[in-house]
């Protein structure tokens, strides 16, 4: 599996978009991104992927770059709710788990 | 409309007992999933069920015995619990094994 790197945590005012960075640098061809959050004391939550192209749906927008080596996940108007541990994947088209990291623990300000 | 239950929620007991935690998808969904997370809130998967057969192991000791009755059920035995398997366990489900993975709210076990 590819590694992730991401910042251990991050500030976000409420009402402003979150920017989450990550880091894939040896992510392959076949390779997906995924973003996952947990909220405290819930299930992960499944928030979006993609593979090379941006994607956007009604929780947040996805930017790879066009290396593919790292990519962001943008929450346009973070709200108190958002306030979670957010994951960012790489799996193999032929992977059949999730390997989770540490992720980024978003505190969202009013 | 929970999507993947389980049960129970909680779940405290003694040493050495035995116990199940259940888990169901009302998703239509061909595959699912055991997590653990351990106290250093790394999840890691245990098992992968496809279509009711075993397909990920992730060497888990053999006291952890996952049965699946049918494509909505998988439940987790455990038996000899010890205190290191106090974690929390989580259900997972997807459409196939290359899907995207839809959680339960997990089982909160804790041994004493």
């Known amino acids: 599996d590819a590694k992730t790197t991401q910042p251990p945590s991050m500030d976000c005012a409420e009402g402003r978009a979150a920017n989450l960075p990550c880091n894939h640098s040896?992510?392959?061809?076949?390779?997906?991104v995924y973003w996952y959050r947990q909220i405290h004391s819930q299930g992960p939550q499944y928030i979006i992927h993609?593979?090379?192209n941006n994607e956007t749906n009604e929780m947040a927008s996805l930017i790879i770059t066009e290396d593919r080596k790292s990519s962001t996940l943008i929450l346009p108007h973070a709200t108190l709710r958002d306030t979670a541990v957010y994951y960012c994947?790489?799996?193999?088209?032929?992977?059949?788990?999730?390997?989770f990291g540490a992720g980024t623990t978003v505190t969202v300000r009013a | 409309d929970t999507a993947v239950s389980q049960t129970p929620k909680y779940l405290v007991t003694q040493m050495g007992n035995d116990k199940s935690i259940k888990c169901e998808q009302n998703?239509?969904?061909?595959?699912m999933y055991w997590y653990k997370q351990d106290s250093k809130k790394f999840l890691k998967i245990m098992f992968s069920?496809?279509?009711?057969?075993?397909?990920i192991n992730e060497t888990v000791p053999n006291r952890f015995s996952p049965k699946s009755p049918d494509k909505a059920h998988l439940n987790l035995h455990i038996n000899s619990l010890e205190l290191g398997d106090s974690a929390v366990y989580f259900c997972?489900?997807?459409?196939?094994?290359?899907?995207?993975?839809?959680f339960g709210p997990g089982t909160r076990l804790l041994v004493l």
């Open positions: 997972a489900s997807s459409l196939s094994l290359q899907e995207t993975q839809y």
């Open positions: 040896t992510i392959s061809g076949n390779e997906y």
């Open positions: 993609g593979l090379k």
């Open positions: 994947i790489v799996r193999g088209s032929n992977d059949y788990k999730l390997s």
């Open positions: 998703l239509g969904h061909d595959t």
């Open positions: 069920y496809n279509n009711k057969e075993l397909i």
